[in-house]
């Protein structure tokens, strides 16, 4: 019996997929980095708040439609996802407020 060497196939790679996540990268990277200056510069309050709210709603938005595909998806598709991480987050938002507001005496 002869021994055979499996064959391995090396492709070349795909430049346009390689652009199109160094893409990605770049608009996290700018989403973030908008992020950190709004976090160390703005004094903390309701606007602060509002703003890492739609900040993280908007990374959270294009994470998963780059990522899990759901760009490419029917919209609805995208929506079924998005629009409940919505209110989760509005709701996470709305108990940090009230219990703010809660006193101890």
């Known amino acids: 019996m002869a021994h055979h060497e499996p064959q391995v196939i090396v492709l070349p790679p795909d430049k346009e997929k390689i652009k199109k996540l160094w893409r990605v990268a770049l608009i996290l990277l700018l989403v973030t980095m908008v992020e950190f200056i709004i976090a160390f510069t703005l004094p903390h309050g309701p606007s602060k708040t509002f703003l890492f709210v739609i900040l993280t709603i908007v990374k959270a938005g294009y ?3 780059e990522f899990m595909h759901l760009r490419y998806e029917v919209k609805v598709l995208f929506w079924a996802v998005l629009v409940p991480m919505i209110f989760i987050v ?5 108990f940090v407020y009230e219990g703010t507001k809660i006193v101890t005496y």
């Open 63 to 65: 994470i998963v439609g």
């Open 90 to 94: 509005w709701m996470l938002v709305a």
